[in-house]
């Protein structure tokens, strides 16, 4: 069994909170719940909510305000059990992986030891992500076990309601131009934690679009590292966008030098750009500030520990 589980009614309700938010809102939705290490020291992921967000087909944005007060209220109740808050949120009909905007949402958990973050789909895919932060910076995808037993599929009222209740949709124009994006009503929301103002919000095509390039990065990494591959599913990509005449572009490397090695593994957010925009990966290496010679160091750490044996887990 993994070192981190669910009972299914609580995998169910995140499901039943995904469903509802993509048929009513074709939207993605987010939330909170706890980890709470068990007396077998396994952590077990229960009490999922939601709380008052902006949703949209790319993204999701808690209120802080809620979250704050949810931390406080939570954390009193736990205050004598060992627990961790874990942040979630789906990608409904997309695959699973980690957006730029997620992983900027998760850097801003890095003011304690550990912290959680999960994301799933309506396939019942997951990914779930253990972030180490002292005395060193490390992160590791790990198993998570589901406990099944319910076999209804009917949305609870329950769900219905909270959505409707606690998820309003924000309005916003796109002038490419300068490549920013405004909201009508002149406000801006923070990221999960606060903090940072997001002054871009990347809507369906561009959470798409991540998506086909995180896929051409990884086919890059696990097979053989094929460049022509690589430069072929990049071509491929851009085809699409200018025959759908979008407005968006993905940067492509010509040659597969130290420039490149180092920078593959750069967010897919970072390769996309607007059609009229200069782009090139020596001004993206120069504006990241990345060291040519290195290597990606999240592959070179081990925290095995926190796996468990894979060979009873739950296929989701």
Same mark, same amino acid.
């Given at each position: 069994m993994a070192?981190?589980?669910?009972?299914?009614?609580?995998?169910?309700?995140?499901?039943?909170?995904?469903?509802?938010?993509?048929?009513?809102?074709?939207?993605?939705?987010?939330?909170?719940m706890?980890?709470e290490?068990?007396?077998?020291n396994?952590?077990?992921?229960?009490k999922?909510v939601?709380?008052?967000?902006?949703?949209?087909?790319?993204?999701?944005?808690?209120c802080?305000?809620a979250?704050?007060?949810?931390?406080?209220?939570?954390?009193?109740?736990?205050?004598?059990?060992?627990?961790q808050?874990?942040?979630?949120?789906?990608?409904?009909t997309?695959?699973?992986?980690?957006?730029?905007t997620?992983?900027?949402?998760?850097?801003?958990?890095?003011?304690?030891?550990?912290?959680?973050?999960?994301?799933?789909?309506?396939?019942?895919?997951?990914?779930?992500?253990v972030n180490?932060?002292?005395?060193?910076?490390?992160?590791?995808?790990?198993?998570?076990?589901?406990?099944?037993?319910?076999?209804?599929?009917k949305i609870?009222?329950?769900?219905?309601?909270?959505?409707?209740?606690?998820?309003?949709?924000?309005v916003?124009?796109?002038?490419?131009?300068?490549n920013?994006?405004n909201?009508?009503?002149?406000?801006q929301?923070?990221?999960?934690?606060?903090?940072?103002?997001?002054?871009?919000?990347?809507?369906?095509?561009?959470?798409?679009?991540?998506?086909?390039?995180?896929?051409a990065?990884?086919?890059?990494?696990?097979?053989?590292?094929?460049f022509?591959?690589?430069?072929? +599913?990049?071509?491929?990509?851009? =085809? &699409?966008?200018? /025959?759908?005449?979008s407005?968006?572009?993905?940067?492509m490397? %010509?040659? @597969?030098?130290?420039?490149?090695?180092?920078?593959?593994?750069?967010?897919?957010e +970072?390769?996309?750009h607007?059609? =009229? &925009?200069?782009? /090139?990966?020596?001004?993206l290496?120069?504006?990241?500030?990345? %060291?040519? @010679?290195?290597?990606d160091?999240?592959?070179?750490f081990?925290?095995?520990?926190?796996?468990?044996?894979?060979?009873?887990?739950?296929k989701?």
């Open positions: 070192n981190f589980y669910m009972k299914e009614w609580d995998w169910k309700c995140l499901q039943n909170y995904a469903k509802y938010a993509y048929s009513e809102h074709k939207s993605e939705i987010g939330g909170m706890i980890a290490q068990d007396k077998e396994k952590w077990r992921l229960h999922p939601i709380l008052k967000q902006k949703i949209s087909g790319g993204n999701t944005v808690l802080q305000e979250l704050s007060q949810y931390y406080v209220e939570m954390g009193m109740k736990m205050k004598n059990k060992p627990f808050f874990v942040w979630w949120h789906s990608h409904h997309m695959g699973v992986f980690w957006s730029g997620d992983l900027t949402a998760i850097d801003e958990f890095a003011n304690g030891n550990m912290s959680i973050s999960l994301v799933i789909n309506l396939k019942e895919e997951y990914k779930l992500r180490l932060w002292k005395p060193y910076k490390m992160h590791k995808d790990v198993d998570l076990d589901i406990l099944r037993t319910i076999r209804t599929s609870p009222d329950r769900i219905v309601n909270e959505v409707e209740a606690l998820c309003s949709k924000p916003y124009v796109t002038n490419w131009r300068t920013t994006r909201y009508i009503n002149g406000t929301q923070t990221l999960l934690l606060g903090g940072n103002t997001m002054q871009e919000k990347p809507d369906k095509e561009m959470v798409d679009i991540e998506a086909r390039v995180d896929n990065l990884q086919d890059y990494l696990n097979f053989g590292m094929d022509v591959k690589y430069q072929a +599913d990049i071509r491929s990509i851009n =085809h &699409q966008l200018k /025959s759908s005449q407005e968006l572009r993905v940067g490397c %010509d040659n @597969e030098d130290s420039l490149f090695i180092s920078a593959y593994h750069l967010e897919p +970072d390769w996309i607007g059609k =009229h &925009q200069n782009w /090139s990966l020596e001004n290496v120069i504006e990241r500030q990345i %060291d040519v @010679e290195m290597g160091w999240n592959d070179s081990n925290i095995n520990e926190l796996e468990g044996d894979n060979n009873v887990k739950s989701v």
